[in-house]
């Protein structure tokens, strides 16, 4: 039997063998300690969390006190935009955030308890290619909101936002600026002085580390409230007994996906590259979703008119292909994506739109297995879709 292909690492990525080796110890007898103990076994623990925090810092350029590790991308992105503006309502500054409607749906689930909080949130539009209007964004800076949250690389269509420029507007206009770096680190370059930005969300299960760890990089720690609160580890931003084995594995991973970022980026491209042109060659009405933007080298997002991905992504999934209908937090939803829509594209193709995602384990093999099966499941697809009178 043929080996399933897994092109849906943007949704998670296997845990990295280098990685599981770092973490091992401090799963077993050999390293338990609590961090905070001041006795051996805890200052062992200590150790390694401190090492992990240089190691995260030093792939993105801050200091390594201003790395707060949290359970994963979902609670950074909600530190940072709920957690800036409670710290603003608690020094009498507007209660108020500005989002992008691109935003993964943490930042816009976090937006949303701003206001159900009574303070205020603006939703930012983009355009077809993705990107903020620099029109609309200093309109909203003017208002001072407590922060302004715009994702690096977008995890439905990756595409790259122009964090530079949005950062260093919002540092203008004196706005702590937060951005969700998830699927950017290892993916392009990625540091927070290249992005101006107080606040930057990573996640370690999109890099080769385990579920459950991530990292909220907090430059300006008056610029958050704690929504955690305990025993005053972290500075009191994110307290709680540290994650110690999942810390470790995000360290090492940050630090392997930032030290070979040059030869992954090239060898991610080249697949993807691969898989677009005979994509369209063997489909010639699909189309690359952001194909005209710079996007970074790991996603393809392609509609495929004619089909619905529900239906894709299970006729592939039997054939041993699998992929997503974009962000994992909505697979299964038979609504269009937000981001999609967002970027104005009509019902039809978004609700045919699959994401195929891609990291360092994949091969040639694994493009030249999807394209033997690909062109079959759309036909019979097609053909269901018309039975059905769709």
Not at 2 to 30: G, H, I, K
Request: glycine letters at 10%; hydrophobic letters at 45%.
């Amino acid at each position: 039997m043929t080996d399933p292909v897994y092109l849906d690492n943007a949704a998670t990525t296997p845990v990295q063998p280098e990685v599981l080796e770092a973490m091992l110890p401090f799963l077993s007898a050999e390293t338990f300690g609590n961090p905070s103990s001041p006795h051996r076994f805890g200052r062992a623990a200590r150790a390694a969390v401190e090492h992990a925090k240089r190691q995260v810092a030093e792939g993105l350029g801050a200091d390594p006190v201003d790395v707060i590790f949290t359970s994963g991308g979902t609670e950074a992105d909600n530190l940072a935009v709920l957690g800036s503006a409670l710290a603003a309502r608690n020094r009498g500054e507007p209660f108020h955030v500005a989002v992008t409607t691109a935003e993964h749906k943490a930042v816009l689930a976090a937006a949303k308890m701003v206001e159900s909080l009574g303070g205020e949130a603006a939703y930012l539009p983009v355009d077809s290619a993705g990107h903020l209007d620099a029109g609309t964004l200093s309109d909203a800076l003017t208002n001072k909101p407590a922060v302004l949250s715009a994702m690096w690389v977008n995890n439905e269509t990756g595409i790259v936002q122009d964090v530079q420029t949005v950062g260093t507007l919002a540092r203008d206009a004196g706005v702590s600026f937060h951005t969700d770096a998830v699927q950017a680190v290892g993916k392009v370059p990625c540091s927070v002085d290249q992005a101006s930005c107080t606040l930057l969300t990573i996640s370690g299960h999109k890099i080769g580390a385990p579920k459950g760890i991530g990292a909220l990089i907090v430059r300006d720690r008056s610029a958050v409230e704690p929504m955690i609160h305990g025993g005053g580890q972290q500075f009191g931003i994110r307290p709680g007994t540290e994650n110690v084995a999942g810390i470790v594995g995000l360290g090492r991973a940050v630090e392997l996906v930032t030290r070979d970022l040059s030869n992954n980026r090239k060898s991610l491209a080249a697949l993807r590259g691969d898989f677009e042109r005979r994509l369209l060659e063997a489909i010639p009405d699909a189309r690359v979703n952001g194909a005209d933007a710079e996007r970074a080298p790991h996603v393809s997002s392609v509609a495929i008119p004619g089909t619905d991905s529900e239906s894709m992504i299970m006729h592939l999934d039997m054939a041993g292909v699998a992929c997503s209908s974009g962000s994992a937090c909505t697979t299964g939803s038979i609504e269009p994506s937000h981001v999609l829509s967002a970027m104005g594209m009509p019902k039809d193709l978004a609700v045919a739109t699959l994401r195929f995602s891609f990291f360092k384990q994949n091969t040639v093999e694994d493009v030249d297995r999807v394209m033997e099966v690909l062109p079959g499941v759309v036909e019979r697809v097609r053909k269901l879709g018309a039975a059905l009178g769709r």
